[in-house]
């Protein structure tokens, strides 16, 4: 028999499918329930709301799982590439030599962006946040190219993946070259993915950019482990956006706005912000383990904490070792990484953090990672948005697909004042004076 959840609401019973996930996570449907019961349910940051059915990334908070499509994201930080990984949390599989040689080929065809959006990049002032510039230029790049009649849903669906995957990397390259008023560079069909990249944000007339396959290699791994984490705060946004039935650029415009928050993708630059903070207090990091245990005071430990994970967040490993190894073949220290191994170890041995379930997430370890890649601190979710654009897309896509989409709606309680009459304004002055209103 299949399982039900009952619910008694003013002595009347109810019953309510459940949903088993593949991995036997259970859900409670409840599409029905405004319909049945006139009640509606009360879940501020939707903690308890699954918002979709999905087949891309599966994660276990408890276990410190994740997986897309299936493949655990140790292996795929092991044996991928970003821009294999991208096609697999797109389409579904991993791609055979042909297709992967396909989309790579698709993705140099659309590396270039139209000349007049330098003109875009110019008339932003000076220190203008580039996640800003970003989620603009992105939503810009419907108007530069506009959907053609001709072409197929399909064939035209494709061509905006492929134009967002490979513009993206160059309009973040060129947001920060024109930020420093130095010459674009323009991406180059010789080079992969990771080094284009690389190539575009350092080459110089001066000092021509020397590619490290090792700082290559780390790119990879950094974008692999930031392309999908399900529903998250970005994520959802795309989808919520998207619900409306309004084009992809704009939705990923959504998400790019939503990662930039210092609680999601701004995370890693607030890590570095908030580790320079302790280096220029004197370098010791206890007096702000304490304004973070203090319940009176806003102040949280950056980096630190994770609305799903309840233990290590399995991306942060992976990267801490990246890290490590690009320190040393670097031949670099950082004394912000002497302060954040101080600040780690402080963290998972007090009780505080342990009582509340929180570990270091990845955003602790990518930002060393990046500064050792000499990426400034402002860019941090700029690089991290080029790599959770695949899992955006694939999302977005995922949601077009499903039969039973719906617009996203949700309702609220409404706390406010009852039914109240209209005062004009002349008596407003006076009720005013009087102390009345
Ligand atoms: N430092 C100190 N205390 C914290 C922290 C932290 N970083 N994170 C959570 N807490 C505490 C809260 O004060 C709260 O304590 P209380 O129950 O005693 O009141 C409890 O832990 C639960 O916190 P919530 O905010 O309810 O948990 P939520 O799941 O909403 O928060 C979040 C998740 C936003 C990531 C939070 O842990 C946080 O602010 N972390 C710092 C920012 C950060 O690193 N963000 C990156 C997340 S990963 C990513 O987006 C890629």
Not at 92 to 104: K, V
Request: with cysteine; charged share 25%; aromatic share 10%.
């Amino acid at each position: 028999m299949a399982e039900k959840a009952t619910l008694i609401l003013d002595g009347k019973t109810y019953e309510f499918p459940i949903i088993t996930g593949s991995e036997g996570d259970k859900a409670i449907d409840i599409s029905k329930l405004l319909k049945e019961t006139g009640y509606i349910t009360f879940d501020p940051g939707y903690v308890n709301t699954g918002s979709c059915i999905s087949a891309i990334t599966y994660m276990d908070g408890k276990k410190g799982i994740l997986r897309y499509r299936g493949i655990p994201i140790e292996e795929l930080a092991e044996h991928s590439t970003f821009v294999e990984t991208s096609y697999l949390l797109i389409n579904g599989n991993l791609p055979t030599p042909d297709e992967l040689a396909a989309f790579s080929g698709l993705l140099n065809d659309h590396s270039l962006v139209h000349e007049d959006m330098k003109t875009f990049f110019s008339s932003y002032p000076r220190g203008a946040h580039p996640m800003g510039i970003l989620s603009s230029m992105v939503n810009a790049l419907r108007a530069f190219y506009p959907e053609v009649p001709e072409r197929s849903q399909e064939e035209e669906l494709n061509l905006t993946v492929a134009r967002l995957l490979s513009k993206l990397r160059t309009l973040a390259a060129m947001s920060y070259r024109i930020s420093r008023g130095h010459r674009v560079i323009y991406p180059s069909h010789e080079l992969g993915y990771c080094a284009n990249f690389l190539n575009m944000m350092f080459d110089s007339p001066v000092k021509p950019y020397v590619i490290d396959y090792d700082v290559v290699r780390a790119l990879e791994v950094f974008w692999i482990t930031s392309a999908d984490h399900e529903q998250n705060c970005s994520t959802s946004a795309v989808r919520h956006v998207g619900s409306a039935r309004v084009n992809l650029y704009a939705s990923i415009s959504a998400g790019i706005s939503a990662l930039w928050g210092p609680l999601h993708g701004g995370a890693n630059q607030a890590v570095i912000e908030m580790l320079q903070e302790i280096r220029d207090s004197g370098g010791d990091p206890r007096p702000f383990i304490e304004r973070a245990k203090d319940r009176n005071d806003p102040f949280r430990l950056m980096g630190f904490g994770h609305r799903v994970y309840k233990t290590y967040d399995p991306r942060a490993p992976i990267i801490k070792k990246m890290t490590d190894k690009i320190l040393t073949k670097l031949g670099r220290t950082d004394p912000l990484l002497d302060i954040a191994q101080n600040l780690e170890e402080l963290v998972i041995r007090d009780p505080y953090f342990i009582d509340h379930n929180l570990y270091p997430n990845v955003d602790f370890h990518s930002g060393i990672l990046l500064r050792a890649m000499d990426v400034p601190v402002n860019m941090f979710p700029v690089m991290f948005a080029i790599g959770r654009l695949p899992g955006w897309i694939g999302q977005w896509m995922e949601s077009m697909e499903d039969p039973d989409r719906k617009l996203c709606r949700p309702r609220q309680i409404y706390l406010g004042p009852t039914l109240r009459e209209y005062i004009p304004r002349d008596k407003r002055i006076q009720m005013k004076e009087n102390g009345e209103l």
